[in-house]
């Protein structure tokens, strides 16, 4: 597993081989609930440990970029 640094580097991280080392990864965060709830359900769907993590962090990743609204052409606003 590969984690981004502060300098834009990357970090080689050891994969977690079990779930309590994968929520052990996922926990510490103020949004740990939905990190391990969506990999609670990656698991029980019958995805790896490794491959969850992945899907959880892609998963984050899509609904953080849709709360930017990016792409969005703002309003003009009208001076009269």
């Keep these: 597993m590969?984690?981004?640094?502060d300098g834009g580097g990357v970090?080689?991280?050891k994969a977690p081989s079990t779930d309590e080392e994968a929520l052990g990864m996922l926990s510490g965060h103020p949004d740990s609930g939905r990190f391990v709830e969506r990999y609670v359900v990656l698991r029980e769907e019958g995805l790896?440990?490794?491959q969850a993590l992945v899907f959880v962090g892609h998963h984050?990743?899509?609904f953080d970029l849709r709360r930017?609204?990016?792409g969005r052409t703002p309003?003009?606003?009208r001076f009269s």
């Design 48 to 50: 790896r440990v490794e």
């Design 68 to 70: 930017l609204d990016l």
């Design 60 to 62: 984050l990743r899509m």
């Design 11 to 13: 970090e080689g991280v």
């Design 2 to 5: 590969v984690q981004p640094q």
């Design 75 to 77: 309003e003009l606003q």
